[in-house]
């Protein structure tokens, strides 16, 4: 069993990061976001609750995504461990995970945090905006998305780090390099 949060701005790489961890630990790769943009594209319920908060670069209500992470986790695949990426992003959810953790009987084992200075997320963000079209990947909405984060999700870090959970990577670089950062510090755990 391996649990993993993945931290870190928008538009720092996690997403593919994320993919990388989980085929390697093999377990699922949780994205609150992919959940949504999904479930947008399938016309659903959910999506249309989720749609306008996201076109905003705002989060999404607790009320909608609370339920959502803890419906995914108890789903079979993720019994053997998932990594989350892009949840908790506030220290309220943080404190819902700790609780759906405790009713699955499931220790958090490492939240990695990458770490990307401003001008560079903001660059990879225009690019990813010219690769793949996300609405919410316009520079108003970016720059949002980003003061959303330093205010709300980065002081989560100390949460984590407060319980020693909190492990700090490298996010400047090629994939591969920050890859090759992140499998060092699953070295270390698993050493
Ligand atoms: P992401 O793919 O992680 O960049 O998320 C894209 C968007 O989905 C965010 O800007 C939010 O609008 C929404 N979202 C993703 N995860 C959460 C979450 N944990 N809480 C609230 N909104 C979220």
Same mark, same amino acid.
Do not use: C, W
């Given at each position: 069993?391996?649990?993993?949060?993945?931290?870190?701005?928008?538009?720092?790489?996690?997403?593919?990061?994320?993919?990388?961890?989980?085929?390697?630990?093999?377990?699922?790769?949780?994205?609150?976001?992919?959940?949504?943009?999904?479930?947008?594209?399938?016309?659903?319920?959910?999506?249309?609750?989720?749609?306008?908060?996201?076109?905003?670069?705002?989060? =999404?209500?607790?009320?909608?995504?609370?339920?959502? =992470?803890?419906?995914?986790?108890?789903?079979?695949?993720?019994?053997?461990?998932?990594?989350?990426?892009?949840?908790?992003?506030?220290?309220?959810?943080?404190?819902?995970?700790?609780?759906?953790?405790?009713?699955?009987?499931?220790?958090?084992?490492?939240?990695?945090?990458?770490? =990307?200075?401003?001008?560079?997320?903001?660059?990879?963000?225009?690019?990813?905006?010219?690769?793949?079209?996300?609405?919410?990947?316009?520079?108003?909405?970016?720059?949002?998305?980003?003061?959303?984060?330093?205010?709300?999700?980065?002081?989560?870090?100390?949460?984590?780090?407060?319980?020693?959970?909190?492990?700090? =990577?490298?996010?400047?670089?090629?994939?591969?390099?920050?890859?090759?950062?992140?499998?060092?510090?699953?070295?270390?755990?698993?050493?």
């Amino acid at each position: 069993m391996t649990t993993v949060i993945l931290l870190g701005p928008p538009g720092a790489g996690k997403g593919t990061q994320a993919s990388r961890i989980a085929q390697r630990l093999g377990i699922p790769a949780i994205s609150t976001g992919e959940i949504f943009r999904a479930n947008i594209s399938e016309g659903t319920e959910l999506g249309r609750r989720a749609q306008a908060f996201m076109d905003r670069g705002e989060f =999404v209500p607790d009320s909608v995504t609370n339920p959502m =992470v803890k419906a995914r986790l108890q789903a079979p695949d993720a019994a053997e461990g998932f990594l989350l990426d892009g949840y908790p992003r506030t220290l309220d959810q943080a404190h819902v995970l700790r609780d759906i953790l405790a009713d699955l009987g499931v220790d958090l084992d490492v939240v990695l945090e990458i770490e =990307v200075d401003e001008d560079e997320v903001v660059s990879r963000m225009l690019k990813r905006a010219q690769e793949q079209h996300r609405a919410d990947d316009t520079e108003p909405v970016m720059r949002h998305r980003l003061e959303v984060y330093h205010a709300q999700t980065e002081p989560m870090a100390t949460y984590y780090a407060d319980q020693d959970l909190l492990a700090v =990577v490298d996010g400047t670089g090629t994939i591969d390099e920050v890859t090759a950062r992140i499998f060092a510090v699953f070295d270390a755990v698993e050493a």
